[in-house]
């Protein structure tokens, strides 16, 4: 069996490529069809894990959620993690495999493109139907050379193409015209269709320009699909969290609970933080300055893939003095990842893995250390909390589902003039095996609160715990209604909402060509 096969590419980064796979995994999941999405290579900080315990992109782990499916490494073989300007980790079928510097780009497809077809082969071996994303433009000439994502894909799988723009960034006739322009004949010849995205207002505005813009590439529209904000589906890139100032839904009043997330220069995995958006007693806010940061509730310092390196920035920036301050005089601190890691006395990286600052000092919240090593941690886990005071009060013995992704050990550290380290997260099942290991410390008061457990805030008990402790601390009155979101349920919302706006008999036959 091979599968039928559609791909979506963009005229841009941010055009909405990721969620209109998401959509489209979810409609052909509803007709009864086994559907796997597909991404040779993603350029993000924002990963996740696959049951085997392997790291993939958070999209293509959201899109096979919208699928049904479980995520495999095939869906997204390559991934780059930007570690500096010009250089990223390179993780080839969820391991990392060195780094990969920018000069290294248009010789890469030597390299990688067997790993990638291998993957789209399987995949199209086991499933019903593959959709498949491009990433940024096809159209960036300078980089054609060594493509293994956009239209090499393409034409290795002769699959039809739908290029996706968005109006609500302005210039999206000119963005449309021009990449099928600077495409060759091969490749033109595989766009089957235009869609326009987040469009606001009357369609009846846009038909002269529908027109035009079918005539001068003969590509025919396959939809307009409006601007929404009441949908949740997680995003790919860390550029949105980084834009965002507050959670749209919060309430902005005396009772909100206002929490800070400190955007770092690397910041990673930075869903984490969305379950708190949408709380609505809830004010969350990005802070990229330290100016930005006021006098929260509660600080997040979140994860990221250069500790050392944002640790030094942060320092830089006045963004530090200001956790630190706060954290004196009593405002509650959660370090995730390398957050927990920036949180304690010191970092050494003897083997120059993430940065070359050799040995740097923490921000002396924890007393912990962590030591950077070879060995990856990439792992489903089962965790509980063993220490419920402070943030996590009432919360002792309660388990919830995470994942792990990180260098470097830390361990507790004795006899020193930094706070102290209490156990109070452990691991008790990892990839599926037992395990029985410490991942979370909190002071001794429970308020500074520190763990390598991504995905922690996405257990409503544990989540609603934290904001009922912190709302007690600081004399905030409310309760919260019962639990109504449902990751599928907005699945379901966005597949309707596409239907509605996209063709999906012309989609179909495309496909069927």
Request: hydrophobic content about 40%; charged content about 20%; glycine content about 10%.
């Amino acid at each position: 069996m091979t599968a039928k096969i559609i791909m979506v590419q963009g005229t841009g980064s941010s055009v909405g490529k990721s969620v209109l796979v998401s959509a489209l995994c979810r409609i052909f999941a509803q007709d009864g069809l086994r559907v796997a999405p597909f991404k040779a290579q993603n350029m993000s900080l924002n990963a996740g894990v696959t049951p085997d315990g392997l790291e993939i992109g958070r999209a293509q782990l959201v899109q096979a959620e919208a699928a049904g499916v479980a995520p495999t490494v095939d869906m997204n073989p390559i991934l780059l993690k930007p570690e500096a300007d010009y250089r990223a980790q390179l993780v080839v079928m969820g391991r990392p495999d060195g780094t990969l510097d920018s000069k290294e780009y248009p010789t890469r497809k030597a390299r990688l493109w067997g790993v990638v077809t291998g993957a789209l082969d399987r995949l199209r071996a086991e499933y019903d139907v593959v959709v498949v994303e491009g990433a940024g433009s096809p159209a960036e000439v300078n980089l054609r050379q060594g493509d293994i994502v956009n239209m090499e894909v393409a034409l290795h799988a002769r699959s039809p193409v739908l290029l996706i723009g968005d109006i609500d960034k302005g210039g999206v006739f000119a963005s449309l015209y021009e990449t099928v322009a600077l495409l060759d004949n091969r490749e033109r010849a595989l766009v089957q269709g235009f869609v326009i995205n987040k469009f606001r207002g009357d369609i009846a505005l846009l038909e002269p320009g529908l027109r035009q813009i079918e005539g001068l590439t003969a590509v025919p529209l396959v939809g307009v699909l409006p601007y929404f904000h009441d949908i949740y589906v997680p995003e790919e890139d860390a550029a949105i969290a980084a834009q965002a100032t507050s959670s749209p839904s919060a309430r902005q009043d005396a009772e909100s609970l206002k929490i800070v997330v400190v955007v770092l220069p690397h910041i990673a995995n930075f869903d984490d933080f969305d379950p708190l958006a949408r709380e609505d007693s809830v004010q969350l806010k990005y802070a990229r300055e330290a100016g930005q940061i006021g006098e929260p509730d509660l600080i997040i310092v979140p994860g990221t893939k250069t500790t050392a390196n944002d640790l030094a920035y942060i320092r830089e920036t006045g963004i530090a003095e200001a956790i630190t301050k706060l954290a004196a005089s009593g405002t509650a601190l959660i370090g995730v990842c390398g957050g927990l890691q920036m949180l304690g006395a010191t970092i050494a990286d003897p083997m120059s893995l993430e940065s070359n600052l050799g040995v740097v000092q923490g921000l002396e919240q924890l007393a912990i250390e962590t030591s950077f090593g070879e060995e990856k941690q990439t792992n489903r886990v089962v965790a509980e909390v063993t220490h419920g005071r402070g943030l996590l009060e009432g919360a002792d013995g309660i388990r919830f589902d995470a994942y792990e992704i990180h260098m470097g050990e830390t361990h507790p550290l004795t006899g020193t003039g930094v706070r102290g380290a209490v156990p109070s997260i452990s691991v008790k099942t990892r990839s599926g095996a037992p395990a029985d290991e410490v991942v979370g410390y909190s002071s001794e008061d429970g308020w500074i609160l520190g763990s390598y457990t991504h995905g922690m805030f996405a257990s409503t008990r544990i989540r609603r715990l934290i904001l009922t402790n912190l709302a007690q601390r600081v004399g905030r009155s409310w309760r919260f209604e019962d639990e109504s979101f449902s990751q599928e349920g907005e699945f379901d919302k966005l597949a309707a909402l596409v239907r509605t706006n996209l063709d999906m008999d012309a989609i179909r036959a495309m496909m069927s060509r």
